[in-house]
């Protein structure tokens, strides 16, 4: 365990951390030991970042002191995925927020219980993944999705089955009332499309498995 000790008028607060094995993945228990004394174990990694954030949001902060969250709990998730989509298009916040601003964001769902982050890379106004556009895009989902992985949590990437670029070729389109959003998809009962389709996947896939 980490004990760290916060001076505060006459006493001392240790807050004791550790990871235990309490039989249900991403659960914690916070216990009160004494007055200035408080344990927070978590079954694993994530679990005790939880623990943290649920005593962090039980504590009462003030001018240069605060409040403790004095009560003993455990808590484990009704669900084995709790996650997050940031949609990343149309000038959303996602699409235009500075970086390091959607990164701390991503800590602060950790710390509320979240265990999954889901991106998608929206093709249908890109010319190709060698577009700039395309590439900058890419390269602001990785830094979310590693973000993501280096607390802990899952990174997931979505995808419309038949999505595509702005230059699909007008042969290869799927039309309504089939599968068509954005008017560029691929119908995949085209032979050429289909392949198509599979080759745009692969492409995606490429660009993103680092993480």
């Known amino acids: 365990g980490i004990c760290i000790v916060k001076e505060s008028n006459a006493d001392s607060l240790e807050l004791i951390l550790g990871i235990k094995d309490l039989n249900k993945t991403d659960s914690f228990k916070i216990e009160n030991i004494s007055n200035n004394k408080i344990s927070i174990t978590g079954n694993d990694q994530r679990g005790l970042l939880y623990g943290v954030g649920k005593f962090l949001r039980e504590c009462s902060f003030g001018d240069n002191e605060f409040d403790l969250c004095k009560w003993n709990v455990f ?15 149309f000038h ?20 509320w219980g979240c265990n999954a982050v889901n991106v998608w890379y929206d093709m249908h106004h890109y010319n190709g993944i060698d577009d700039p556009a395309a590439q900058e895009m890419i390269k602001k989902l990785k830094v979310i999705l590693h973000a993501a992985k280096k607390i802990g949590l899952q990174p997931c990437i979505g995808t ?11 042969h290869l389109k799927s039309t309504p009332p089939q599968s068509a959003h954005y008017g560029v998809e691929i119908c995949p009962s085209i032979p050429e499309g289909m392949e198509l389709i599979l080759k745009l996947r692969r492409e995606m896939l490429e660009a993103f498995k680092e993480v």
């Open 75 to 89: 808590s484990a998730p009704a669900k084995p995925v709790r996650g997050m989509y940031f949609a990343t298009h």
């Open 92 to 111: 959303n916040y996602y699409n235009d927020a500075p970086v390091q601003a959607i990164q701390e964001y991503v800590e602060d769902l950790a710390l």
């Open 160 to 170: 419309l089955a038949n999505e595509a670029y702005s230059t699909t070729p007008e």
